[in-house]
C-alpha cells in the first residue's frame, strides 16, 4: 500500500505533468569541418528550440539561421549552398527518453545515458545513438552534453552535392564529408 501511495504522489506531482523546455541561450549544436586536409573549423548553431514533454518525447528544431562560423560569408554559402535554406529552413532531433528518471535525480547529480535519437536533416532521416551525459543543474534545470562527438555523413543526408558546390565556391580541393557534431541542451521546468 505504501509504495502505491508513492507511485501515485509521483504520479500526480506537478514534475510528472510539465514539460522541461530547451533554454536557448544555454543550449547549442556545434560541429568541426576540416578542408585542405589539415584546417578544422569549429561551427556552431544558436537558436535552438524545443521540449522534453511529460512523456518523455524530446523534440529539438536547430534552424538553420543559427549557423555561426565566424565568418558571414561563409555562413550564408553553407545555409544556401549546402543546407539550401530556402527549401530546408531547419533540422529537427526527436527522441524518447526515461523522463521519470531524470526527475528523480538530487540536484548536482549526473548520470551516463545511450540514447536513441531520430534526426531530420536536409529532407533525409537518420536514426542514431549518441552517449550522454544527463545533469540535473538546478531544481528546475536538467542539462544533457554529448559525451563523444556523433558523426555525420554528407552521404546519408544528400549533402554531397553542395558539398561539392562549397569546394567550387570557396577553391578549396577537399571538404571533409564526415562531421563530428557535439551537443550542449539546457532543459528548465517552468512550475
Known amino acids: ?16 505533468m510539465a514539460d522541461w523546455q530547451l533554454q536557448t541561450d544555454y ?4 560541429f568541426v569541418s576540416v578542408k585542405r586536409g589539415d584546417s578544422a573549423e569549429v ?8 521540449a522534453v514533454d511529460e512523456q518523455g518525447g524530446v523534440r529539438i528544431m536547430v534552424p ?9 560569408l561563409r555562413d550564408e554559402r553553407m545555409r544556401n549552398d549546402l543546407f539550401q535554406v530556402a527549401r530546408f ?3 529537427q532531433v526527436a527522441s524518447q527518453v526515461d523522463l521519470a ?12 545515458e545511450t540514447i536513441e535519437f531520430q534526426i531530420s536533416l536536409h529532407g533525409q532521416e537518420r536514426r542514431l545513438k549518441a552517449e550522454v551525459l544527463v545533469s540535473r543543474i538546478g531544481e528546475h534545470n536538467m542539462q544533457v552534453s554529448t559525451l563523444e562527438p556523433v558523426l555525420l ?11 561539392q558546390r562549397l569546394k567550387e565556391i570557396s577553391a578549396v580541393p577537399e571538404i571533409t564529408p564526415e562531421i563530428p557534431v557535439f551537443a550542449v541542451l539546457t ?4 512550475p
Open 101 to 112: 528518471s531524470w526527475e528523480e535525480m538530487a540536484v548536482g547529480a549526473s548520470k551516463v
Open 43 to 50: 561551427q556552431r548553431f544558436t537558436g535552438l528550440t524545443g
Open 64 to 72: 538553420f539561421s543559427g549557423l555561426d562560423s565566424g565568418l558571414a
Open 1 to 16: 500500500m505504501r509504495c502505491l501511495t508513492f507511485l501515485l504522489a509521483l504520479l500526480l506531482s506537478p514534475l510528472a
Open 27 to 30: 543550449s547549442r549544436i556545434s
Open 187 to 190: 532543459f528548465q521546468w517552468h
Open 153 to 163: 555523413k554528407a552521404v546519408d543526408f544528400d549533402l554531397l552535392d553542395g558539398l
Open 89 to 91: 529552413s531547419e533540422a
